[in-house]
């Protein structure tokens, strides 16, 4: 049933009968499924992906460079967790490399962001550095190519 993942992860708005067609399957076993996806935290959400450089809405998206003194008994997780409440914190993964966080956040303007970091993200106990970068330009997100014509993803019925 990982096909209906694949399928709901392109595009979180298909319906189970949409589902049920595309894979051949009876559309009581994909609500079933997905049911069930849903209650164990297989499927955690369903959100929209925006392209906001084509709305009159400035966002700024930064991903951020984090080093962190691991604690005692909890490594990396009491630090990230503090970091990952912030609603500005759009994702926050641990790495392996040069650092340890990466913090994606996103806000009205570089300023916004800048501010976030200097008076929320770095004062922190347990983080040591942190580097900002900006996005500057979105190409693909999420498998999703910016500025390209939609495909149909349909698939064909011959009769």
Not at 31 to 59: C, F, H, P, S
Not at 118 to 123: D, G, S, V
Request: aromatic share 8%; proline share 3%; with cysteine.
């Amino acid at each position: 049933m990982d096909e209906i993942l694949e399928i709901l992860e392109k595009n979180g708005r298909r319906t189970p009968a949409e589902i049920a067609t595309m894979l051949g399957k009876d559309e009581a076993e994909v609500k079933a499924a997905i049911a069930d996806y849903e209650n164990r935290n297989v499927i955690t959400g369903y959100a929209a992906l925006i392209n906001w450089d084509l709305t009159r809405q400035e966002m700024v998206t930064a991903l951020i460079e984090v080093k962190v003194t691991p604690q005692r008994d909890r490594g990396f997780d009491k630090v990230a967790e503090r970091i990952y409440s912030y609603p500005e914190v759009k994702a926050c993964y641990l790495m392996s490399g040069g650092f340890d966080l990466t913090v994606v956040i996103e806000g009205r303007s570089m300023k916004e962001v800048a501010l976030f970091v200097a008076e929320k993200l770095a004062p922190i106990e347990f983080v040591t550095s942190t580097a900002t970068h900006f996005v500057l330009k979105k190409y693909k997100d999420n498998g999703i190519v910016f500025g390209a014509s939609p495909e149909d993803d349909r698939e064909q019925i011959l009769l």
